[in-house]
């Protein structure tokens, strides 16, 4: 009989539960917990926490993943997007090349969380 395996999420170190039910439609362990198989971006896509927003520059800076921090300008944000971004907001992107280094491009919000709880970092 199936019965629930502890796995260890390949990204995030965090212990998983694998259920029967997944064991019955996985062909093989699952690398990812399902946090974060839901918070894997597009392909050709990353995601970053806001770093600073200059509202008076229009451009800021976000830290990715790997601690890089990218410079991004009001004009990559989707035009659906209001102006500004706030200090910690979880947010998905392009990277695309510049005169200058590698900017954001297709900047969008990920909204997690509702509009009543304030972001993390504030
Ligand atoms: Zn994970």
Do not use: N
Not at 57 to 63: A, D, N, S, V
């Amino acid at each position: 009989m199936r019965q629930d395996f502890v796995l260890t999420c390949a990204s995030c170190q965090t212990p998983f539960l694998w259920t029967p039910a997944e064991q019955r439609d996985d062909q093989e362990q699952p690398p990812l917990c399902p946090v974060c198989r839901h918070l894997l971006p597009a392909e050709g896509r990353r995601r970053g926490l806001v770093k600073f927003c200059s509202l008076r520059k229009h451009w800021g800076f976000i830290t990715q993943p790997d601690g890089v921090e990218l410079f991004f300008h009001r004009s990559a944000l989707a035009p659906d997007e209001a102006w500004p971004l706030t200090e910690g907001e979880l947010v998905e992107y392009a990277v695309e090349p510049s005169p200058r280094g590698p900017q954001a491009a297709a900047l969008r919000r990920l909204l997690l969380t509702d509009t009543t709880t304030p972001p993390p970092g504030s």
